[in-house]
């Protein structure tokens, strides 16, 4: 029997999402394997190379800076994408870039000694308009001399990089040593290519102020320049662990819930410094940051980052922590992934489409040793895109909310925790009817607001409030049979097994900035009962079973709970790219458990899923 168009079409889509998940399998199949070196560039890196540069031009018009054999870094992408604006079928007022290519390439190649391994102040994502950029730290004297010493002897005794007298600060330089004057020089030509590229905040990564290998200062920081070359910049020091700490995050079974850093190590000396300007409108209390875990640490962070970009309308961001390849990647990635979203950036790109750019460019082509980090147990690459299960709300949006000027609550954004809260409090429900008319919520919020109220009915009627709320929020409560859950429980992501195919389609809005992705089926995550194999005892399958569920987030497919039916599109998207990540990770590097997991864990869930998603590769999860 012949097929019918629509089967027919349906086959097509669900082929071409294998062939792009088994893309995103290869890919990390292959990172996992090779340190990315401009220099030693095989067929298959080319071809990521290729489907990069195709991945940008689907959204922006873009230049190259020519990086061919590594001449800039060595461990930069031999071509580094530059954009410069939206495509005109994604934005009719675009942005158009001033930049001249010439002029930036030239100014990239003789800033480069001012940073840590070379790695130069680098645009990787456009935004608005601005340029979120990314770099290494700045170079100490040690490595500064080193490096000039070796270019001066390998180029005939003369270094054209410091040429042009005009380059160089004149202020004080008769008081100056000669060390202090390599510095103007290195750091002016530094300066000269943050202002080029519009970049006013700078964001430090690093927890120390200087970095100290065998007693001598190997790199150092903006913030602890003692000639105060960076003034003109918004310094901004947010110490975040370096990827030795999530050889933590790896042996507490890839759990980040609980695992605080330690702050009372002898080389953490960078404060938390961040202007009070960005601080007043994000309600953290930044006070407490040495106490907090993994997970709000990096929410906290981002919220922060995405305020920042959203804060200016001209001005771009930099990035960095020490070498620039491990902490600046996650907060790059989380920003990109963040961003596209809320469809900001990358209007374009499917969910495989964005991890797949992601993952080769800002992760493999920029230098992460990868196959070094597997060997050690320092899984920040994992974290990274399991990490997206913790910002799907839409607290973490880039995407100015517009609130009613009639609202009692109009400078108050209201998560389903502050309605608990606050409905545990009123004991008046006619009040507090009052105060939600007008008011618009999420379906989350909603659907939460309508669940508390069933379950606070009952106590309410013999004082007659229940006639008292408004025709807005009865709606709601009458519809509130749709499953949400509000006891932290994670929801089932297994349950379609492998009839639900990662089967995306690009909707048609009316906004070119918007893209809509639907999927048949939603697939979500739950913690499940491990396997009963030979590897989980009988005495764990039962420990298992006589608790309802584990703490939220205790397996690294668990998505923190307080979930309606009616995803907001943010939501759908990134779980959508956590989903392939995790199918792609399983079926090719695998997760290893330090310990045996009291509930069967980690090998039990990975292999199921792959399973479920039909991505089960040769390697086995151990």
Known sequence: MAASPSSGGGLIAAGAAARRSEDIADLIELFSRTQYRAKEVTPRVERVEKR????????????????????????????????????????????????????????????????????????????????????????????????????????????????????????????????????????????????????????????????????????????????????????????????????????????????????????????????????????????????????????????????????????????????????????????????????????????????????????????????????????????????????????????????RKNSHFRDTEFTVDDLCQLMGQVHDLAGFAAGLDGCEFSPHVACGLGLLWKRMAPKTRDRGSLTSLSSDFSLITEDATVPCSLTGEATDMFSAGAQAPMAWRKGRTSSPQTVVWNKPAPLEDKLLHPLTDGKSSSSSSSNQSEQSFPRVGSSPLAVPGRRCSSPSERQVRLEAVRELFLAAYSSTVGLKSAAPSPSGAISGLLEQFARGVGLRGSNTII
């Open 52 to 403: 990069c540069l195709e991945l940008f031009g689907r959204d922006y018009k873009y230049s190259v800076i020519q990086n061919t054999n590594g001449e800039v870094c060595g461990h930069y992408p031999r071509q580094i994408v530059y954009l410069e604006y939206e495509s005109v079928e994604h934005n009719k007022d675009r942005f158009e870039s001033t930049v001249q290519i010439s002029k930036l390439q030239d100014l990239v190649n003789r800033s480069k000694m001012a940073r840590c391994r070379g790695r130069f102040v680098c645009p990787v994502i456009l935004y608005n308009g601005k340029h979120i950029c990314r770099s290494s730290t700045l170079a100490g004297w040690g490595e500064l001399y080193g490096r000039t010493g070796y270019n001066y002897i390998f180029s005939g005794g003369s270094d054209d990089t410091w040429a042009e007298s005009e380059e160089v600060p004149e202020d004080d330089s008769a008081v100056r040593n000669g060390e202090s004057q390599l510095f103007d020089k290195v750091r002016g030509l530094d300066i000269k290519l943050l202002r080029y590229l519009s970049v006013r905040y700078i964001c430090d990564l690093m927890v120390e102020n200087k970095k100290v290998k065998f007693g001598l200062n190997v790199t150092s920081s903006e913030k602890v320049d003692k000639a105060q070359r960076y003034a003109d910049f918004t310094l901004i020091s947010v110490p975040y662990p370096g990827c030795e700490f999530f050889k933590d995050y790896k042996d507490r079974d890839y759990t980040a819930e609980g695992l605080v850093f330690n702050w009372n190590q002898d080389f953490v000396d960078a404060p938390l410094s961040i202007p009070a300007s960005f601080t007043k409108n994000l309600n953290i209390d930044w006070s407490d940051y040495q106490s907090w875990d993994l997970v709000q640490q990096t929410q906290n962070y981002l919220k922060l980052l995405i305020h920042i970009i959203n804060s200016d309308d001209e001005s771009g961001l930099l990035v960095h922590c020490i070498s620039g390849w491990d902490r600046t990647p996650l907060f790059v990635s989380l920003l990109r992934l963040s961003l596209w979203a809320d469809g900001l950036i990358h209007a374009s790109l499917e969910p495989s489409e964005i991890l797949y750019l992601t993952i080769a460019y800002d992760w493999f082509l920029f230098g992460h040793m990868l196959p070094d980090r597997l060997s050690k147990g320092e899984e920040i690459f994992f974290f990274c895109f399991n990490f997206l299960k913790h910002i799907i709300s839409e607290k973490f949006s880039a995407v100015k909310k517009r609130r």
